[in-house]
């Protein structure tokens, strides 16, 4: 079992920073991807961007250049660093984890099997 808890969410303007972290605890091995989801009203959760055992890293096109993911070594602590944020990026951010089958690149929203409440992102013009 893995438990995942969100932090650091908040209301921001355009152009602006914002650091959200992910307390994670459980079994190391149901922890080799961890990922940040995020979602809106009436749109499917997107993937934003994920991190393996090792430190690969991908991320959505969307955010890349603008978002940082990382870890410790001890995989307790995800974060995502965001920075030049723009109104599209407001949703709920959520934090997702899942075993080493499948590439973290590859995976979707189903095959991550477990979540955190997820942290609200709000960005105003």
């Known amino acids: 079992q893995v438990q995942l808890m969100e932090s650091g969410g908040g209301s921001v303007q355009a152009g602006g920073s914002l650091k959200l972290s992910c307390a994670a605890s459980g079994s190391i091995y149901d922890r080799a991807c961890m990922a940040w989801f995020r979602q809106t009203p009436g749109k499917e959760r997107e993937k934003v961007a994920t991190?393996?055992?090792?430190?690969?890293?991908t991320y959505a096109d969307s955010v890349k250049g603008r978002f940082t993911i990382s870890q410790d070594i001890g995989k307790t602590t995800l974060t995502l660093q965001m920075d030049s944020l723009k109104p599209e990026d407001t949703a709920v951010y959520y934090c997702?984890?899942?075993?080493?089958?499948?590439?973290?690149?590859?995976?979707?929203?189903?095959?991550?099997?477990?979540w955190g409440q997820g942290t609200q992102v709000t960005v105003f013009s």
């Open positions: 991190i393996r055992t090792g430190g690969a890293t």
């Open positions: 997702a984890t899942k075993n080493p089958y499948t590439e973290c690149s590859a995976g979707t929203a189903a095959a991550f099997r477990y």
